[in-house]
C-alpha cells in the first residue's frame, strides 16, 4: 500500500541528487554542452530507437545543431562525449595510450578475452598490431593471399543457384579466408563447425554480461569456451609440428616463432587463442557486411552496376574461365576502388569508436572529465554535407578526383578503418576481398533481389532479412 509512495519519493530524490551534482560539475569544468537525459538511462533508448532505423542520423543531427559538433550525453549506464568533428576525432584516435585508452563494453570484453588485439593495450598491442600488419601488407596479398582468396570465392559461388542469402554466403567465404590466412586450413567439418560456434559468440556482443539474466550472453559464453578449447588444440598440435621441423607459412606460425616475431619473448597459448579468436571474429563479421552491402547499393544504382561491369568483362575477356586474378587484374580496377570507397562510406561497419579519457582532457576550449567515455563517430563525418556533397547518396563517381571530399583533406574526414596505434591493420586485405568478390560476382552471375530488404545499425550494421537475392548464372565468354 505505501510502496508506490516510497518509491516516488526515492527516484525524486536520486533525481533532485544527480542535478545537485550535474550542476556542481559543470562550475568545476567546462563540459561540452548537452543532455544528461534521463537519471540512469540517459539518452540510450533514443540512441538505441535510431540505429534500429534505416536513418540513424536525426540522434546525432538534432544534438550537433542544438549543442555543436561535440556535445555530451549519457549513453550505456556512463556520461559520453559524442564528437562529430573530425579534428577532434583525429585528436582521440591519435592520443590513444596518452589521453585516452579503449574501453568497450563488459559483454564484448569478456568473450573476446584480454588478450584480443581490440582490448591489448601498450607494447604488447603495438607488437601485435605490427605482426598482424605485416600478414596483410600489399606484397604478402600479392604474393600469398590473392590466390587463396580468388579460389575461396570461386569454390563458394559455385553451389549458389536460385534464391541466395547474400549476407550469410558472404559470411562463409570471409571466415573461411580468415581460417586459412591464421591456420592454413581449407573449409572442412570442423571449420563448418567453428563458425557454428563463432555466430553465437558474436550474438553475445551487446547483451547483459550475467549469465543468470540473459539467455543469449550464457549461450554465447559457452560457445566462446568451445572455440578456445578449439583453437588451443590446434596450437598445440602446431608447437609439436615445429619440434619435428614441420612448419606453415600463416599467422599462427610466426606467433610460434620463439621471440614471436617481436623481440620480446614468446607468447603463451592463452594470448595466441585470444588473438586469434578475436581477429577470426573481425576479419569475417565487417568484411561480409561490407560485400552485402556493396551488392545493395549496387543493385540500387544500375548505372553504377553496369560501369562496374564493364571493367570486370574487360578483365576476365583477357582470361580463361578458371584463370585466376593476378595483382595486376586487382590494380587495373579503377572504378572497383571507387565503388569500395563508397560502400565503406555509406555503410559505416564502424560507426565509431569508444575510448575513455585516462585524464583530465582539453579539447576545443572544454574539458571532458578523467573516466568519461568519448565517442568518436566516424559515420557521423562520413556523413556531413559539409565534407562530401549530397553526403546521404551511394555515389561513386565521387571518388574520380582522389579525395572524394568538398576539398577536405581526406584524412581527417574520410576513416571507415578508424585512424592512430588502433587503425585497422587489414584494411588493405578487406579491399582486396571485397574487389576480387564483386568481380567473381559482376562476372558469373546476374541477379535481382528476392525481397525488400533495409539495412539497420544496432546492435550491428546488418540487413534485417540477410539480404535474400535471385541469381542467374551467365554465359562464360572465351578468352581472346
Known amino acids: 500500500m505505501f510502496l508506490y509512495p516510497i518509491l516516488l519519493l526515492f527516484f525524486s530524490l536520486s533525481f533532485f541528487i544527480f542535478l545537485i551534482l550535474r550542476a556542481a560539475s559543470g562550475r568545476r569544468r567546462r563540459l561540452p554542452p548537452g543532455n544528461l537525459g534521463l537519471p540512469f538511462l540517459g539518452e540510450t533508448l533514443q540512441l538505441i530507437s535510431a540505429y534500429k532505423t534505416e536513418n540513424p542520423e536525426p540522434f546525432i ?18 556520461p559520453t562525449v559524442f564528437s562529430a568533428d573530425p579534428d577532434t576525432n583525429r585528436f582521440i584516435l591519435q592520443n590513444e595510450g596518452r589521453l585516452f585508452e579503449s574501453s568497450y563494453p563488459g559483454s564484448i570484453s569478456n568473450l573476446l578475452g584480454r588478450y584480443s588485439l581490440l582490448l591489448m593495450r601498450g607494447s ?26 580468388d579460389r575461396l570465392v570461386r569454390l563458394n559461388m559455385d553451389s549458389w543457384t536460385g534464391r541466395v542469402l547474400l549476407m550469410e554466403e558472404a559470411k562463409k567465404i ?28 558474436i550474438e553475445g556482443f551487446f547483451t547483459i554480461p550475467l549469465p543468470i539474466f540473459s539467455t543469449t550472453y550464457r549461450r554465447a559464453i559457452q560457445a566462446r569456451t568451445k572455440v578456445a578449447e578449439a583453437l588451443s588444440l590446434v596450437v598445440g598440435e602446431r608447437r609439436r609440428e615445429i619440434e619435428r621441423g614441420e612448419r606453415k607459412n600463416d599467422m599462427l606460425a610466426a606467433l610460434l616463432d620463439e621471440d614471436g616475431g617481436g623481440g620480446g ?92 579519457a585516462m585524464t583530465d582532457v582539453t579539447i576545443k576550449g572544454y574539458t571532458i572529465p ?15 554535407h559539409r565534407h562530401f556533397k549530397d553526403a546521404r547518396t551511394f555515389n561513386p563517381w565521387r571518388w574520380q578526383n582522389n579525395s572524394g571530399t568538398n576539398g577536405s583533406s581526406s584524412v581527417n574526414v574520410f576513416t571507415p578503418f578508424g585512424g592512430g596505434p588502433r587503425r585497422c591493420p587489414g584494411a588493405e586485405l578487406a579491399r582486396v576481398e571485397l574487389s ?43 578468352a581472346m
Open 61 to 78: 543531427d538534432d544534438r550537433v545543431s542544438k549543442y555543436g559538433a561535440v556535445f555530451t550525453t549519457h549513453v550505456f549506464g556512463e
Open 124 to 149: 604488447l598491442h603495438k607488437r601485435m598490431h605490427s605482426l598482424t600488419m605485416s600478414f596483410a601488407n600489399s606484397a604478402i596479398i600479392r604474393d600469398h593471399l590473392l590466390l587463396d582468396i
Open 174 to 201: 570471409t571466415f573461411q579466408l580468415t581460417v586459412k590466412q591464421l591456420m592454413s586450413f581449407d573449409p572442412c567439418e570442423w571449420t563448418e563447425n567453428l563458425m557454428k560456434e563463432y555466430m553465437l559468440v
Open 265 to 356: 619473448g614468446g607468447f603463451s597459448d592463452e594470448e595466441i587463442v585470444d588473438f586469434m579468436l578475436a581477429l577470426l571474429v573481425a576479419g569475417y563479421e565487417t568484411t561480409s557486411t561490407i560485400m552485402t552491402l556493396a551488392v545493395k547499393y549496387l543493385t540500387e544504382n544500375p548505372i553504377a552496376l553496369a560501369q562496374l561491369k564493364e571493367e570486370h568483362d574487360e578483365i576476365r575477356a583477357t582470361k580463361g574461365e578458371k584463370e585466376s586474378l593476378q595483382w595486376e587484374d586487382y590494380k587495373s580496377m579503377p572504378f572497383t576502388q571507387c565503388v569500395v570507397n563508397e560502400t565503406l562510406r555509406v555503410a559505416n561497419i564502424i560507426s565509431g569508436v569508444f575510448r575513455r
Open 370 to 384: 578523467k573516466g568519461w567515455k568519448v565517442f568518436a563517430s566516424l559515420r557521423a563525418v562520413h556523413m556531413d
Open 436 to 478: 576480387v568478390f564483386l568481380h567473381r560476382l559482376v562476372t558469373q552471375f546476374s541477379w535481382v533481389p528476392a525481397e525488400q530488404d533495409k539495412v539497420i545499425f544496432f546492435p550491428t550494421t546488418r540487413t534485417q532479412k540477410r539480404y535474400p537475392i535471385i541469381v542467374q548464372r551467365l554465359k562464360q565468354v572465351q
